[in-house]
């Protein structure tokens, strides 16, 4: 019902008041000062946009006048098996004492192609992208990263004295706990797993291990970290492919940003954690760390439970069970925002015209289909691909969609744009929307998942506009029953 007025305040806006204002009652014109369209009309144009949905997931495309057409049905490969696959590498870089950089890295081999990094999202790692590491490894350089403080980018050694009478702190159900002692060890003074942290360490991983400008691709809180390195850093960056990017991080105030407001906080997640927080944290671990709430998390972040995420869920626990992950844990939670915000990140990378590419996952539960919008409307020129079904792992759910459009999107880019997008039959569908049905193989009936590409004439308002102001002129139109 808010759809259906907040559309026809819309109209309003273009044709004047005498259509009647719907939600404000005391503005001239409303359906109190004059009389309304009927409440069956409203109900005839909600009933229209849930038979246009419905019709959308059968696969026709139902337009105003009523006219149908079929989505077309595209084949693209399937992941790589057996000896097709690249074989991928698990190194450690140390970029500073005590600060072990886990990542994995394939197609070493392939020195003529351009580097892409993959940045991992919140409570995963590197493992997360294997899928990944295996098909694109076979043509570019590929790494995938574990930010510290997560992964197997936790600490070798406990960044805490222990307690001075000889007791140590232990957590229920753990034997040995790091982080929790009297006082921070030497190199751990500053150490806050912030997002701050994570740009200065992707900085450094570029420059001393990829060695040249790479292409960025992030989930979740790595597609934040991405837009945020790629913002401040713009001269090492080709360009960035967005995950079901989380929009926000973090909820204290920078210091830099806010000095008085971050005042006000006593601690901002640096080490040892303070006596206040510890019963918090002891409370939140237990239930985080759980491996039944942890199943419960990737049960709704994957819209197809087919999906076989036994490793990832593996991976994820044995890296609960480390020393530091706690302590780890706490710091992530009560690090301060980033100096920049998504939007202003966002801002930057357009005025540096660094190449930006969307793919979201239309089911997500946590980063819905608006934010990717909202992402597309701030920057009209991006391409946004949205993929139903899936959630807010898309690489993961389905890698052969995700490796296709960044193939496709890659190759574009590279050829200076003479190589057309992904789903586009020629670069004239650059400005519009189209949708694909594209079906693979994956060991057993072929799988089938719909993408919608929205060109650069793209906005959810426009869109919603030119789909029901005509149905509403026609229903305004019509004597009230």
Not at 78 to 83: A, E, K, Q, R, T
Not at 85 to 104: D, G, L, M, Q, R
Not at 432 to 459: A, C, I, W
């Amino acid at each position: 019902m808010y759809t259906c007025i907040i559309l026809h305040n819309m109209i309003v806006q273009d044709e004047g008041p005498e259509t009647g204002n719907w939600f404000d009652p005391k503005a001239p014109g409303s359906s109190i000062a004059s009389s309304p369209p009927c409440s069956g009309e409203i109900i005839k144009l909600c009933f229209f946009y849930e038979f246009y949905v419905v019709m959308w997931n059968k696969g026709i495309h139902c337009s105003i006048d009523g006219t149908r057409e079929a989505i077309p049905k595209v084949s693209i490969p399937g992941l790589p098996d057996g000896d097709n696959v690249a074989t991928i590498n698990s190194c450690f870089w140390e970029w500073k004492p005590n600060f072990n950089v886990h990542y994995e890295t394939s197609g070493s081999e392939n020195v003529n192609s351009p580097p892409v990094l993959f940045l991992p999202g919140f409570g995963v790692g590197s493992f997360h992208y294997k899928k990944q590491l295996n098909d694109l490894g076979r043509d570019y350089r590929v790494w995938a990263l574990d930010f510290l403080g997560q992964g197997m980018s936790l600490p070798n050694e406990d960044p805490t004295l222990q307690s001075k009478d000889g007791n140590q702190y232990v957590l229920p159900g753990q034997n040995d706990v790091w982080g929790f002692g009297d006082e921070s060890e030497t190199w751990a003074e500053e150490l806050v797993y912030s997002a701050d942290l994570w740009r200065d360490q992707v900085h450094k991983f570029i420059e001393e291990v990829i060695k040249e400008p790479a292409y960025l691709v992030g989930n979740s809180l790595g597609g934040y970290m991405a837009l945020y390195f790629a913002a401040c850093n713009p001269q090492l960056v080709k360009g960035v492919t967005l995950l079901n990017a989380t929009p926000v991080w973090g909820f204290l105030p920078n210091p830099l940003r806010s000095p008085r407001l971050s005042k006000l906080f006593p601690w901002a997640g640096t080490f040892p954690l303070p006596s206040s927080v510890r019963k918090l944290v002891q409370i939140l671990w237990q239930k985080i760390s759980d491996p039944t709430s942890i199943a419960k998390i990737l049960e709704q972040v994957y819209t197809d439970h087919s999906t076989d995420v036994d490793d990832v869920f593996t991976r994820i626990v044995e890296t609960t069970q480390h020393p530091a992950a706690a302590a780890s844990f706490a710091s992530i939670m009560f690090a301060p925002q980033a100096e920049l915000s998504f939007k202003e990140a966002l801002s930057r990378c357009q005025m540096n015209n660094t190449p930006i590419c969307l793919a979201y996952g239309k089911d997500d539960p946590w980063v819905m289909p608006i934010c990717g919008m909202q992402v597309k409307n701030q920057v009209p020129d991006a391409p946004y691909y949205e993929i139903s079904p899936a959630g807010h792992c898309p690489h993961d759910e389905v890698p052969e969609v995700v490796n296709f459009l960044l193939r496709g999107w890659i190759r574009s880019l590279e050829s200076g744009g003479s190589v057309v997008l992904p789903l586009l039959d020629d670069s004239q569908s650059l400005g519009y929307e189209v949708t694909k049905d594209l079906e693979f193989s994956r060991g057993g009936p072929n799988k089938l998942v719909r993408v919608q590409f929205h060109g650069s004439n793209y906005s959810l308002w426009s869109w919603l506009n030119s789909q029901f102001k005509p149905l509403f002129r026609r229903l305004l139109a019509q004597p009230s029953l």
